[in-house]
């Protein structure tokens, strides 16, 4: 175990001036689960190789154990990775695979003079003999890694005989074996099919409850990132947007970008007008004045706030339908609505709904997106009145309690609470 | 566009000298024509090998007919079924329009039809503004609306979907799941679609069947499906708390 620094840390790819990473900071406590997350390209996987030593540092520093390790070469770091396409050696059985950083690493113990106190050399480094593993050593941890990730009856085959699981799974046992002081995890999941994947979550999860071990996990899916880590690290094109934990990421994204990408469906964006009044401040929706919660006005009183236009953020799942319509109501027309299994996704037409741009999308093709908002909603105990509404495409009338609206700035996309 | 009937189908795959396999254990059944028939079962219920005789990639015993035609002695290429799995399968160095023009090329349909129905699938699938980039500069979502698409131009009677959306993102999967209703809708192609995500299922049947060792445990509405208290459905539902 041991904790990793990141401070100030930025990477410069050849003939491009823009970081692929820029002034990344972060402290990882001893046997901490981290997940960096963000869409490609966002420089995460990067950033892990940082750690790794797999990419050099551009500027900054990088700490584990509070010994800087920019210099140091990836085998001297005691740290172990995992890649997305398992990376083992075809002509190995499962139990070589295991083995072979065993049988290449070696085990180094310190010299000790008569008292029990360590001998330096004239450089002030410790001495340490160098001697091989026996074969009973590494049969013992060969074994036990075995045992951890249940493939102990597959150790005889070679990889082409496994599935995808149990080639990960093979993947990881190698890594554990050496007991690194940092696990490192690019993408583990990305190459098995969806069932697997949910599998392999929840042997992750269990995994890191058997070796406590400080974990660097890095993915693209936001639903292994809230279901794995500790603490999460939200990244776009090199820039780390948010650091929290799942519930924090979820509750109070910090901006507009963490807002949306955290949550399926997406979280509802509404264009509204922030205004004052003799208590405070409200959010002015489609002539409906919307009640802030006291926290939030607490916090624009400190800032001062002045009125204007603002994003209003809800999510699907915060969205109360109502029976009739009211002067707290407001009002919006059912699309389409999907039967989720136990629960119902009700698609919607609202003139002062809109979405982010998405950079994939042309302009014009962004624009079929606005005006569009979605709503969840238990099936069991939907009133006649509403289901019959959502069923003829009819109009819904929703409200959202102060609690649960997240209001970002309309220039910065910033979380004004 | 036909409706599908399926008797008493069987399938036994050999695994060994000594040990036998029953995938499909004479299971009955009959898709809806120009609806999507969703197929749901725990892994090892027997659902992408429906799919595999219905297409003709594997050998059965039982009958399978396209409106009381039946095409047991059809060849796959003959029976006008497409098929979309989870792994896109496009050509990396051919452009969108290309990879979704092949196989009307292959047919040797002529130039401004190819054009002419290109273009049209490709407006209903929200692809007309990528049809000249190459599929490693799309994402998932659209990389599988260009698969969809590939399938659809041919305008086949069957399109069968082998859990074409596991490998997409959550948030992908409704506008995905729109493109797929309104496709299939303009082609009116009966539609078979395997998945093992439940929500996914309710969401886009019209007919919603349970598999559960090779045979239908229950098939109906999605709506009385899901709610309904066979042993098969129950075990399922379970899966999702």
Excluded: W
Excluded at chain 1, 29 to 51: A, N, Y
């Amino acid at each position: 175990m041991a904790n990793v620094s990141l401070k100030g840390v930025y990477k410069y790819y050849d003939k491009n001036p823009k970081p692929a990473v820029s002034d990344f900071n972060l402290e990882i406590q001893d046997g901490e689960f981290i997940v960096f997350v963000g869409p490609s390209g966002c420089g995460k996987s990067t950033t892990l190789r940082m750690v790794a030593g797999l990419e050099e540092i551009s500027e900054g520093e990088i700490a584990i154990e509070g010994k800087v390790v920019n210099d140091i070469e990836p085998k001297d770091r005691d740290i172990a990775m995992v890649f997305q396409n398992y990376a083992l050696y075809p002509h190995m059985t499962v139990y070589d695979n295991i083995a072979f950083s065993l049988k290449m690493k070696g085990l180094e113990t310190p010299v000790l003079d008569e008292q029990g106190n360590p001998i330096f050399d004239k450089k002030g480094r410790p001495v340490v003999k160098k001697r091989r593993y026996t074969k009973q050593e590494i049969d013992e941890k060969v074994q036990e890694a075995a045992r951890t990730l249940e493939i102990t009856e597959y150790l005889k085959r070679k990889p082409k005989a496994l599935s995808g699981g149990q080639r990960q799974r093979v993947a990881i046992g190698r890594a554990i074996v050496r007991k690194p002081k940092v696990f490192l995890m690019d993408e583990p999941l990305s190459n098995l099919d969806a069932k697997l994947r949910n599998q392999m979550r929840a042997e992750i999860i269990e995994l890191r409850k058997k070796v406590q071990t400080t974990f660097i996990y890095v993915t693209h899916d936001q639903v292994e990132a809230m279901t794995l880590g500790d603490r999460i690290v939200i990244m776009k094109e090199g820039v780390i947007q948010q650091i929290g934990t799942p519930t924090e990421v979820f509750n109070s994204p910090a901006n507009l970008f963490v807002a949306c990408f955290i949550g399926a469906p997406q979280m509802n964006l509404f264009k509204a007008k922030l205004v004052k009044t003799e208590k405070g401040y409200a959010a002015m929706l489609d002539g409906v004045k919307l009640e802030l919660s006291a926290a939030v006005n607490e916090k624009l009183k400190a800032q001062n706030a002045e009125e204007r236009e603002i994003i209003l953020g809800v999510r699907p799942e915060h969205i109360n339908l109502e029976k009739s319509p009211s002067d707290k109501t407001l009002t919006a027309k059912v699309d389409i609505s999907e039967m989720m299994g136990s629960e119902l996704h009700v698609h919607a037409e609202f003139e002062h709904a809109i979405k982010i741009k998405d950079d994939n999308k042309k302009d014009d093709e962004s624009e079929k997106d606005q005006k569009k908002m979605i709503v969840r909603t238990p099936l069991l105990g939907l009133p006649e009145t509403i289901a019959e509404s959502i069923r003829t495409g009819g109009e819904i009338y929703f409200t959202f309690s102060p609690e649960v609206m997240h209001l970002f700035d309309f220039e910065t996309g910033n979380s004004l609470t | 566009m036909p409706t599908i009937t399926v008797k008493d189908l069987t399938v036994t795959f050999i695994e060994n000298k000594t040990q036998t396999t029953l995938a499909l254990n004479g299971l009955d059944a009959e898709f809806l024509s120009e609806k999507i028939n969703c197929v749901i079962g725990a892994s090892g219920s027997g659902k992408t090998t429906l799919l595999k005789c219905v297409a003709g990639l594997c050998n059965y015993d039982g009958e399978i007919a396209f409106d009381g035609a039946s095409v047991d002695r059809l060849a796959p290429k003959d029976r006008g079924v497409a098929l979309v799995s989870q792994e896109f399968a496009l050509y990396p160095h051919m452009t969108v329009f290309d990879n979704i023009a092949f196989p009307l090329k292959v047919a040797g349909c002529p130039r401004a039809e190819i054009i002419g129905r290109v273009n049209e699938i490709a407006d209903i699938l929200d692809l007309k503004y990528c049809l000249t980039r190459k599929p490693r500069h799309l994402s998932g979502g659209q990389q599988q609306r260009v698969a969809l698409a590939r399938a659809l131009v041919k305008r086949p009677s069957v399109c069968l979907f082998d859990e074409p959306m596991s490998n997409l993102d959550a948030q992908m999967r409704f506008n995905e799941r729109r493109f797929l209703r309104d496709s299939i809708k303009k082609y009116g192609c009966t539609a078979i679609y395997v998945t093992h995500d439940i929500p996914e299922a309710t969401a886009l049947a019209d007919k919603l069947f349970v598999l559960d060792n090779g045979k239908v445990a229950v098939c109906g509405a999605p709506q009385d499906v899901f709610t309904s208290d066979n042993p098969a459905m129950a075990a399922l539902r379970g899966e999702i708390k």
